[in-house]
């Protein structure tokens, strides 16, 4: 259950009954250092909460059920069991990690705990170093939980029946792909005509996706707390296309124009989610469903902490080599 903070809008963890029963722990794949920190988790996790189920991925749990013959896991492709029996979950590696955690829930998500053992680690608040006390804390109900929104994207054919559905943690982006030319997509807010872009793509994506894909196309910076969707073009013809942000309730619809030259492929967090054809449409609105991940305290302190450190927030360039202008090292006051 989840109680109102009056810090930052987050919220309290608190378990109903005796606490959690079971955990589910997914881990970054070919990382020695991630193979010895999940084995240790999980062996502490046993000798200290002998009570919970600790669950593993069916390959992971079929290379570790030897050494580790305590563990459980569930039948491949059993999404939903995930969702009835796991309290919370644990990750282990970069941002990659957590997102293919998002994919195993579609619906109700239990409280995700990150540690940062993978390449960038904007999303993964915690070091794997302190996972006992942060463990405790998630155990024992007294952390904190920040809620990231999550996208709902809908594909509907050319006579407009549905053909997927799926939820989407950063982005959902419709692009030309390996195709040579330009492709055009007419893009709608709530039912009515946006604008129609002829480009490499358009990113819908979320406050969570807006340190991904869209930041590279020239999208801003959101942060976690702020309740909106953000469309940004990739590559757009036209000068004058610039990201937009949209309220929360906005219905986006992209649609790919039956002139288009080129074709279009819709990609979700990175994934290939196959061709869109002529005159074929997506739907992109707010997902009922968040992430519910365990964060530091001081939300406002943590985030501008990670865009600094991670992301080079505002730095300065630096001459640590001789140039036209001199060997000059910026000082202090120049940050």
């Not at 930041?215 to 073009?233: C, E």
């Not at 991940?293 to 985030?303: F, H, I, K, P, T």
Request: net charge negative.
């Amino acid at each position: 259950s989840w109680v109102d903070s009056e810090s930052d809008q987050q919220y309290s963890l608190r378990w109903q009954g005796t606490g959690p029963k079971t955990v589910l722990l997914v881990k970054k794949s070919d990382s020695a250092a991630v193979d010895s920190a999940m084995v240790s988790i999980t062996r502490w996790l046993h000798a200290t909460y002998p009570q919970i189920n600790i669950v593993l991925e069916p390959l992971v749990f079929t290379q570790y059920a030897g050494q580790l013959p305590f563990i459980r896991t569930i039948a491949v492709g059993d999404h939903l069991e995930y969702s009835r029996v796991v309290d919370f979950v644990i990750t282990l590696g970069g941002d990659g990690t957590f997102l293919h955690v998002s994919s195993l829930f579609q619906r109700e998500v239990p409280p995700i705990v990150p540690f940062s053992m993978g390449t960038l680690g904007f999303l993964l608040p915690f070091n794997v170093a302190d996972f006992q006390p942060q463990l405790r804390n998630v155990i024992e109900g007294t952390s904190t939980v920040l809620p990231r929104m999550r996208l709902t994207y809908a594909k509907r054919l050319g006579d407009g029946s549905l053909d997927a559905r799926v939820n989407v943690t950063n982005e959902a982006c419709i692009h030309r792909g390996t195709y040579p030319h330009l492709t055009t997509i007419s893009c709608y807010l709530n039912g009515h005509l946006l604008t129609t872009s002829v480009g490499d793509g358009i990113i819908v994506g979320t406050p969570t996706g807006s340190t991904a894909y869209s930041l590279s196309a020239g999208g801003p910076i959101v942060h976690p707390l702020v309740s909106s969707i953000v469309v940004a073009p990739v590559c757009p013809r036209s000068l004058s296309f610039r990201p937009l942000m949209l309220p929360s309730s906005s219905r986006v619809t992209l649609l790919v124009h039956p002139k288009s030259r080129g074709r279009a492929t819709a990609y979700i967090d990175g994934r290939d989610c196959g061709e869109l054809k002529h005159g074929e449409c997506v739907e992109i609105t707010q997902s009922p469903y968040p992430l519910m991940c365990v964060n530091r305290d001081d939300l406002a302190a943590g985030w501008a902490q990670d865009i600094n450190q991670l992301l080079k927030f505002n730095r300065t360039f630096s001459y640590p080599h001789d140039s036209l202008y001199g060997s000059h090292i910026p000082d202090d006051d120049d940050y």
